[in-house]
């Protein structure tokens, strides 16, 4: 393609309102515009990325035999009511009705169109396995659509659904996919985890997540280096340092108006461990006393898969409940359920003496109070590993593609089933999995670029090599770029041609804000002495070549590339 000809609206500020690196550098490189919350038109250069990466998907998901089809994006109401997903998701969901005022949706996910193709399609045993696959349109009215393009509330996923007899048939569909998963991101040159995660609305029972580390990403996952435990901070378990022990017996000491731990620590002189934070919920209409360590926050997802959907007590079930107000409340001597994280199961500590400006010391666990020991809080930074022990580390990461086992669950709820080998009928054993085009894109940049722009991964750049003629108005240098121009897109070379009439400084800054991989420069002294030269545009190396090899220089200086 000709620069002059291709809509690359290059901009030298980005907008106000970008925060993430691949955000301000795809406005700025003139990869997409917003259009409005959420919602991105993709230039010529953004839609050859997405492209690239599509592509790789197909061409991954077609190896483990899947089969490509499409599903329409509206979808009557009465599947979701069917599977109860209508009412368990809330906003998120775009609702409509049509001319007869029957409740229709935009598809989120596709599960539940996937169930009832297989309750017509799939008869016998001899019908299964089936993987199935798409690249389409999902709308979500996303709370916080930001970040560009990483969070949009019209995005396409590629998703794909296995069918299978049993659970072990399942396992293999989901190694598959792995693997699949495992090798779409190698190519797409992203670093990435494939991290244990939390089934969340999909209901299922195993989940993988696969990561891309970055400070742009709104998971968190923990990592141990020594034996390879990855879990998302959703469901990671830590073992937190164990608390030195303090001398003292159990006493109340006077705290006035003291009642933030830090403000009791500081009062008392005590390190935050030492201290017993003592929180009220509600749960089913009925409290429930949740204990965790001074230094350790709550994990309220965790608490929920003990208790349930829960909330806060307010200030004034506190005291109608404990006798207390909140600040000062204790373990000891209440007769409802308590819950203790199982840090608290030793040691001696500080916590509320259940009485106004009094705390109490020396608290020791099962003597002064007893409780149900569970893991409720959240992994930090300073935690051991749950599997070795190993201090573990804590990473922000994208979340890039999931993959889910489903089970039966929407199988037996759209009466998905099918005849075994005995003639019985069984519910079809579901997986389902999902990566993300455009944020597979936008996490290549964030974790590929410099102060100049991007630096794309030649798998998913736009073009492979950008030509730069630096005076178009001069015939020699014309005559060498058509000749480059021509033959590497004879050799199947994308190729970029700058063919503007701008300064060269004006040239060399937007090809390093659009980060083709390797930029093909074409100086007049250069090609005086018949060289050309080939700028990497990560290193920032230049070779210089001679133009009778430049193309065969040019294609090896491509397959090096990374
Ligand atoms: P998140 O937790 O980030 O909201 P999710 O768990 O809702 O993601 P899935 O429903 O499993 O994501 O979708 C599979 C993939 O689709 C994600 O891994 C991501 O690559 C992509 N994706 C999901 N939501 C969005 C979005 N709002 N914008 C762009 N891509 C998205
Ligand atoms: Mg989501």
Wanted: charge should be negative.
């Amino acid at each position: 393609m000709r620069f002059s000809k291709m809509l690359i609206p290059t901009m030298r500020e980005s907008p106000s309102d970008a925060e993430t690196v691949s955000h301000k550098l795809m406005m700025r490189a003139g990869y997409v515009r917003q259009f409005a919350a959420g919602l991105y038109v993709f230039l010529p250069l953004g839609w050859h990325v997405l492209n690239k990466i599509n592509k790789i998907l197909e061409e991954e998901m077609n190896s483990i035999g899947a089969q490509e089809i499409s599903m329409p994006i509206l979808h009557p109401a009465d599947i979701w009511q069917k599977t109860g997903r209508w009412h368990e998701i809330k906003e998120e969901m775009f609702r409509l009705k049509d001319r007869t005022e029957r409740d229709m949706c935009l598809g989120m996910t596709h599960e539940e169109v996937i169930a009832w193709l297989a309750s017509k399609e799939i008869r016998s045993y001899r019908d299964l396995p089936q993987i199935w696959y798409q690249i389409q349109t999902k709308l979500r009215d996303e709370a916080r659509p930001k970040s560009g393009v990483l969070r949009t509330r019209e995005f396409t996923m590629k998703d794909s659904y296995s069918l299978d007899a049993d659970e072990e048939a399942l396992d293999k569909s989901y190694k598959l996919h792995a693997d699949a998963y495992h090798r779409i991101l190698r190519r797409c040159g992203l670093k990435f985890y494939q991290v244990m995660s939390d089934p969340g609305m999909m209901g299922g029972a195993t989940a993988h997540e696969f990561m891309a580390p970055s400070p742009a990403g709104e998971d968190r996952i923990e990592l141990c280096d020594e034996c390879g435990y990855t879990a998302n901070v959703e469901i990671a378990s830590s073992v937190s340092p164990p608390t030195k022990e303090i001398e003292g017996e159990y006493e109340e000491v006077y705290t006035p108006g003291k009642k933030t731990i830090k403000e009791v620590s500081d009062f008392l002189n005590a390190e935050l461990p030492h201290f017993i934070k003592s929180l009220l919920f509600i749960a089913n209409e009925e409290p429930v006393l949740v204990l965790i360590r001074g230094d350790q926050r709550l994990h309220e997802k965790k608490l929920e898969k003990i208790i349930g959907l829960c909330r806060a007590a307010s200030e004034e079930e506190v005291l109608s409940i404990l006798g207390v107000e909140a600040g000062f409340i204790g373990p000891m001597k209440h007769r409802l359920r308590i819950l203790s994280d199982n840090s608290l199961a030793h040691g001696t500590y500080i916590a509320g003496a259940n009485r106004v400006d009094y705390h109490i010391k020396g608290i020791r666990p099962d003597i002064h109070f007893k409780a149900e020991w569970h893991d409720l809080h959240t992994v930090k930074e300073g935690d051991t590993c749950p599997e070795c022990n190993s201090l573990i580390k804590i990473e922000k990461v994208i979340e890039v593609g999931n993959i889910f086992k489903l089970g039966t669950k929407y199988s037996v709820l759209l009466n998905a089933v099918f005849l075994d080998k005995s003639g019985s009928e069984r519910p079809i054993v579901m997986g389902s999995y999902g990566i993300g085009p455009a944020r597979i894109a936008a996490a290549a940049i964030e974790q590929n670029h410099d102060k100049d722009g991007i630096i794309w991964p030649k798998s998913i750049a736009p073009f492979d090599v950008e030509i730069i003629p630096l005076n178009v108005n001069d015939t020699a240098t014309m005559e060498v770029a058509e000749l480059l121009y021509r033959g590497l897109k004879d050799n199947n070379i994308g190729v970029l041609m700058d063919d503007r009439d701008e300064r060269p400084g004006v040239k060399f800054k937007d090809a390093d804000l659009i980060g083709i991989p390797l930029h093909i420069i074409l100086g007049t002294h250069a090609l005086k002495d018949d060289q050309i030269e080939i700028k990497k545009r990560r290193t920032k190396e230049i070779k210089k070549v001679p133009i009778k090899y430049a193309i065969k220089e040019i294609i090896s200086a491509v397959y090096e590339t990374e």
